[in-house]
């Protein structure tokens, strides 16, 4: 009887001491899946979320501080609270939730519903070992979306002793996308099962339906009477629903292409079609900027432009008084009005030889002035120094006046327009220019928005609504 005794309570304690052995390995295997998670996704701390802190988590955390690895550990009704403050305040972090119960998963799900962007940090859901495995039918075949992930968002999830991470992403709102990523084991640690990028992994929409929202006559996207969807952008988005297995629903096009209106402290156009959620995707030359990046995603650049301001071209017909001074520089002037001053003094010490007078300097001037205007002398003098003299300014004059007869009709033949301003602070100074621009255009918003005083400054020339 004794020996029976003995013997059941030596069962006992080695049952008990291996249950703490077997629930140690857990705890360990755990936290090398952790950290080889966070160095996966090279986020900046960990955080531990859960509906109550627990040893577990202090444990965890002492051995991530010995590793120089921030820790933080959170509830989830402090996760919703703090959860903007983490954004401002963190880089990437890696969120670490553990689910064994019903209740941790419905608080958890009710967490993510008030979580805006899940793509902003990595998650880890690890689904607990408890008996029965209540989440097993959740965590195998996830049904709608529970967690409320985007199509960004990165989560991986641990499925019991399953050795394959799952990735998890939202295809819709009502949909979830699986991914095999990766295989996990304490020994080998984490083994991808794939070399493909975010973008690859996630191709297949699984025939889901997307509303297609799209500005009226777009110049690069149009839609027949037929439905037949042409331009440029139609045809790449026929290819990508081809390629992404995913079907379209065109909505009627609208006017606008987004803005933000004060007054009604709402997006307008496609852009406030895409933030209500009105619609899924926008086919159209939309400009990046930065108010609308905050609160719609786009592709990449396809072209890259500029923006310009435009005036009707000025008159090029009309000539004005000081158009006749324009077939010589100013400099050829000058040399012109030199010569005739130094030949009429030049004249005037020729023939007065010893008596030099204001009045000869004079008649002199006039002179050599009416030669200049292709008029002929009164008298021509009988010296033959001053014939000389006379001659050679006669050729002068006969030279110069046929350079610009030839000058000034080239000048009224080949017109050039000449703009009257050629910056952005001679149009504001002009003032006769009234600015027209696009209603909700990215042009308007650029100007709106500019902290540039020169930009802010073209808004006062902003034509008014009722002179249109």
Same mark, same amino acid.
């Given at each position: ?32 899946? &952790? ?8 986020? $900046? ?12 988590? @202090? ?5 991530? $501080?010995?590793?120089?690895? !921030? ?17 401002? #305040? ?49 965590? =195998? @075949? ?23 991470? !799952?990735?998890?992403?939202?295809? @819709? ?11 996990? $084991? ?29 500005? =009226? ?69 939309? #400009?990046? %900027?930065?108010?609308? %990046? ?9 072209? @890259? $432009? ?27 002037? &000058? ?14 010490? %020729? ?34 120094? %001053? ?12 030279? &110069? ?36 621009? #696009? ?30």
């Amino acid at each position: 009887m004794k020996y029976t005794t003995a013997r059941s309570i030596t069962t006992l304690l080695f049952a008990l001491a291996t249950e703490v052995l077997a629930e140690r390995v857990d705890i360990n295997n755990y936290f090398r899946l &952790i950290s080889d998670v966070h160095k996966y996704y090279h986020t $900046s701390c960990v955080i531990f979320a859960d509906l109550d802190t627990t040893t577990l988590m @202090h444990t965890w955390s002492r051995e991530f $501080s010995r590793r120089r690895v !921030m820790t933080m550990t959170v509830t989830f009704a402090d996760l919703v609270s703090g959860y903007n403050k983490y954004r401002d #305040t963190i880089v990437r972090p890696l969120f670490v939730v553990l689910l064994d119960t019903s209740e941790a998963m419905s608080e958890f799900a009710k967490a993510t519903r008030n979580i805006k962007p899940m793509s902003f940090p990595a998650w880890l859901v690890v689904f607990l070992q408890r008996p029965g495995n209540p989440l097993e039918k959740y965590c =195998r @075949h996830p049904a709608g979306n529970v967690f409320n992930v985007d199509f960004s968002t990165l989560m991986l999830v641990k499925c019991y002793d399953q050795p394959i991470l !799952m990735e998890w992403y939202g295809v @819709h709102d009502n949909h979830t996308g699986t991914f095999k990523l990766a295989t996990w $084991s304490p020994s080998k640690g984490l083994l991808l099962r794939t070399r493909k990028s975010l973008v690859a992994r996630r191709c297949d929409m699984f025939g889901e339906k997307f509303r297609v929202a799209s500005v =009226r006559e777009s110049p690069f996207f149009s839609v027949e009477n037929g439905g037949t969807i042409g331009g440029f952008l139609g045809l790449l988005l026929i290819e990508l629903s081809r390629a992404m297995n995913f079907t379209m629903e065109i909505l009627d096009p609208v006017d606008a292409y987004g803005s933000w209106n004060q007054q009604r402290n709402m997006w307008t156009g496609v852009i406030g079609q895409l933030v209500v959620g009105k619609a899924d995707i926008g086919v159209s030359e939309f #400009t990046l %900027m930065p108010g609308r %990046m905050d609160v719609v995603d786009f592709t990449l650049p396809l072209i @890259h $432009s500029r923006s310009r301001l435009y005036f009707k071209q000025p008159d090029s017909t009309d000539v004005h008084w000081s158009g006749y001074f324009q077939a010589f520089s100013s400099g050829i002037w &000058i040399m012109i009005v030199t010569i005739i001053i130094t030949a009429s003094i030049l004249l005037t010490v %020729m023939k007065a030889k010893k008596c030099f007078s204001a009045s000869l300097l004079f008649e002199n001037y006039m002179r050599v002035w009416g030669i200049f205007c292709q008029q002929s002398l009164s008298e021509f003098p009988n010296e033959l120094s %001053m014939r000389l003299a006379f001659f050679s300014i006669y050729v002068s004059a006969f030279i &110069i006046s046929s350079a610009y007869s030839a000058s000034l009709i080239s000048y009224l033949t080949l017109t050039t327009v000449s703009l009257p301003f050629s910056t952005l602070e001679d149009y504001i100074k002009d003032g006769s220019y009234k600015l027209i621009i #696009t209603k909700d255009s990215v042009d308007y918003d650029v100007i709106k928005v500019s902290r540039i005083l020169q930009i802010q400054k073209i808004l006062n020339l902003k034509k008014t609504r009722n002179r249109f």
